[in-house]
């Protein structure tokens, strides 16, 4: 008895590791840096998502810069969108005389979050700046699978670039996987599956697991099948931009052991 009941203990342990493993949140760094961007205030000046910056009176340009437009006008890398959030400024910007002048006479002013957040928080940060802006530009041979992404819908879920992860209530993680996430090599194998995904709103590795069909069913946002809105070759085009996105170095390592 003692045997079968330590068995049973070992095998309910072993349950719950796999579960732990399976359900940890795997989430990029962009998401990473969007959910901390809500809870660090910066919404408050740059809008919701960063997409639309409030009216900022004092200042030529008249407001906060957006993430999705405005950034290439301040920032042309990613080094310097950590400068700004790092220290309030580049180090470029920090020598001219007029952009004090325009930051002494605007009502708002970018703080330096380099003594409230760690050099992740603010890499994560950068890295979200980034993907809302659509930097880095993709490759040519990679830029027709990102248009056929937006043509069809799929950052509406995916987030810009296919690189965020919002929430999905009652799927399994709690989020929609990003296409540059630990995740999505889970739920995708090769492109065999990425087509499958794509076209009928489901792997067949997935549509054979009762586990996962409950969890799918359950979600509140699904992916749809696209079969019947496809042009030709765009499997071909989304799956070279997904390659080419999932080959970025990670610029949250990159920033934060520079």
């Known amino acids: 008895m003692k045997a079968a009941a330590s068995l049973a203990l070992a095998l309910v342990l072993v349950a719950a590791v796999v579960a732990v493993f399976a359900l940890r949140p795997r989430l990029p760094a962009a998401e990473r840096g969007r959910r901390l961007a809500q809870r660090t205030g910066c919404f408050g000046c740059h809008g919701e998502g960063g997409l639309k910056g409030a009216a900022n009176p004092g200042r030529e340009d ?3 810069p957006g993430f ?25 910007r920090s020598h001219s005389e ?21 050099d992740p928080e603010i890499a994560d940060l950068t890295a979200y700046v980034a993907a809302v802006s659509g930097m880095p530009e993709p490759d040519p ?23 965020l992860a919002g ?19 889970e739920l995708v194998r090769d492109r065999t599956e990425f087509q ?29 099948a ?20 999932r080959a970025l170095p990670d610029s949250s390592l990159q920033l934060t052991h520079r």
């Not at 437009?69 to 080094?79: F, I, Q, R, S």
């Open 141 to 163: 041979s990679a830029a027709p699978g990102l248009e056929r992404a937006e043509a069809l819908g799929c950052v509406g879920c995916h987030g810009a670039g296919g690189r």
């Open 98 to 118: 007029s952009w004090r002048e325009q930051r002494r006479r605007g009502a708002l002013k970018m703080p330096a979050f380099g003594h409230r957040l760690s």
């Open 167 to 185: 929430v999905n209530p009652g799927s399994l993680k709690g989020y929609v996987p990003s296409w540059e996430s630990d995740d999505f090599a």
């Open 68 to 92: 999705e437009g405005d950034v290439m006008m301040y920032a042309k890398n990613l080094e310097e969108i950590r400068q700004w959030i790092h220290d309030g400024v580049t180090v470029g």
């Open 226 to 245: 696209y079969r019947d809105r496809l042009e030709p070759d765009d499997v071909d085009r989304l799956w070279a931009y997904v390659q080419w996105l």
């Open 62 to 64: 008249g407001s906060v």
């Open 196 to 224: 499958q995904w794509v076209e009928n709103g489901i792997s067949e590795r997935f549509d054979r697991n009762p586990f996962a069909r409950w969890f799918l069913r359950r979600a509140v946002l699904h992916m749809p």
